[in-house]
């Protein structure tokens, strides 16, 4: 898919960086991942962009370990919420965000 024209208006997904200021790889995703050591980023992620909704971004695998729940929003360095060695594990959910990032700019 396009990653541009995904998080267009009414897109729910969110933008995992592999690193910092939303440089290096990037893996969009739209849906629960429970092991994201199998994919691009190998579970290091360290910057993300969250077109919409409630994520819950987890350290380790099968929404384990450190997890933290982000609103829409660009967060440059996720060590600051906690995940200090990346996320492994993401999904979306319905319970209210502890963390509201920076207001997307357009």
Do not use: M
Not at 28 to 53: C, F, R
Not at 77 to 105: D, F, I
């Amino acid at each position: 898919g396009a990653p541009v024209a995904a998080a267009g208006r009414g897109a729910t997904n969110i933008v995992l960086f592999a690193d910092k200021d939303y440089r290096g790889a990037s893996h969009t995703v739209a849906g629960p991942q429970p092991d994201l050591n199998e994919q691009p980023l190998k579970g290091e992620a360290s910057s993300a962009v969250i077109a919409s909704g409630v994520w819950e971004l987890c350290g380790e695998p099968q929404f384990k370990g450190p997890c933290v729940r982000l609103g829409p929003g660009k967060y440059s360095s996720l060590k600051n919420y906690g995940l200090t060695r990346g996320v492994s594990s993401v999904r979306r959910t319905n319970v209210a965000p502890l963390k509201s990032g920076a207001a997307p700019k357009n």
